[in-house]
């Protein structure tokens, strides 16, 4: 009981942090605290004496997105998820450690933060070495797809094929994974940056409308989908924009049939990764695949009818993860705390 206690107490004070860095939010876990932040990647810099300075990050930033002056910029530091922009990701990361540790903290953290499976040496040791100059005493990595599927309760230690797929906002993770490891993985920067960037280019093209990316966003969750409905043209939804022809502001209606079809080429272009993932895995693996199925994570599993889609494709079951957004977050959080159980699957570029 006094144990028990004990370590209760000592969980309010930890400071133990796991990362889901990503291109469009960044979540971040506590040790025996869980989740505790969920913001988004965007960072506001003000042009101050010729000298860039962070003035908001998260959140309080995303409300500046497109509505910024001369002297300051709305930016998102990581592209692809991969970091764009070092300086101002460091800054973004040390900030949201202090937000999510709320003073609590006793000691540095130890982190642990996710990159994606296909990112190069140079790419991983730039998110180390952001999280490490954030007064972390200790920084391990952990690949995303593994982190998403630890999140979705998939048995990656058992003798068994588990595939995930994991749709972020700046690429696609499908992985399969066995005895604690990955047996197969395949990234593509292809997720919902390039899903909003697909409406944008639609609509501009068919409508001669010229839209933001938070309008593309919204477009996207309201009446997106992978496939065009069944009967007519489905939902419909106002959209506000620029005509492009005579230069004033313009209000059109879209539906999700058009929707769709914008977003034939991104989802065209995940089912191929699977498929190919598919076609490189080992027989008995494929084996186990066919009995569990496909596992969808991020926030693009959350497409309408994309799972639908995938299983035209594969023949094979698919289903999207209960918590599909905090997948990879809370299987990185989960490595935390079982450090010693999932040692095999954390690195250090040191």
């Known amino acids: 009981m006094i144990l028990s206690r004990l370590k209760k107490f000592l969980n309010i004070f930890s400071s133990d942090l796991a990362i889901d860095l990503g291109t469009a939010n960044t979540l971040v ?53 991969v970091i764009a922009d070092f300086d101002v990701a460091e800054e973004m990361i040390r900030r949201f450690i202090q937000k999510a540790l709320d003073k609590h903290s006793l000691t540095r953290p ?9 990112s190069t040496a140079v790419e991983r040791r730039a998110i180390q070495e952001a999280a490490e100059n954030s007064h972390a005493r200790k920084v391990f990595l952990i690949e995303e797809p593994m982190a998403a599927a630890l999140g979705a ?11 995930v797929v994991d749709i972020g906002g700046g690429t ?17 920067r292809v997720g919902g940056d390039k899903m909003d960037e ?33 009967k007519g043209d489905g939902k419909k939804i106002p959209v506000k924009g620029r005509d492009l022809m005579r230069g004033i502001p313009k209000e ?6 058009q929707i769709s079809e914008a977003l034939s080429a991104p989802v065209h272009e995940i089912v191929e990764t699977v498929k190919v993932a598919l076609e490189h895995t080992a027989p008995e693996l494929a084996a186990d695949i066919v ?25 094979l079951p698919v289903s999207v993860a209960e918590n599909a957004l905090q997948c990879v977050v ?21």
């Open 172 to 188: 696609t993770e499908v992985a399969v994974m066995s005895l604690g490891g990955i047996a197969y993985a395949n990234s593509v």
């Open 330 to 350: 809370l299987g990185t959080g989960k490595a935390l705390e079982e450090v010693g159980k999932f040692e095999n699957i954390l690195t250090s570029m040191y």
């Open 29 to 81: 876990y506590v040790r025996g605290r869980g989740v505790v932040l969920n913001e988004p990647s965007v960072v506001a810099v003000a042009d101050i004496r010729g000298k860039k300075q962070v003035i908001a990050v998260g959140n309080e930033a995303k409300l500046m997105v497109g509505k910024t002056n001369t002297q300051i910029q709305a930016i998102r530091p990581l592209r692809e998820g």
């Open 110 to 118: 130890m982190i642990v933060i996710c990159v994606p499976s296909g």
């Open 291 to 315: 009995d569990k199925g496909i596992m969808l994570t991020g926030g693009g599993a959350l497409l309408r009818r994309l799972d639908d889609v995938l299983r035209t494709a594969t023949g």
């Open 153 to 163: 309760g998939l048995p990656v230690n058992e003798p068994s094929g588990s595939m």
């Open 198 to 230: 697909a409406i944008i280019n639609y609509i501009r093209r068919q409508h001669s409308l010229l839209i933001g990316d938070a309008s593309a966003e919204r477009v996207k969750k309201d009446i997106g989908a992978a496939s065009m409905p069944g």
């Open 252 to 257: 059109i209606i879209v539906t999700e049939r």
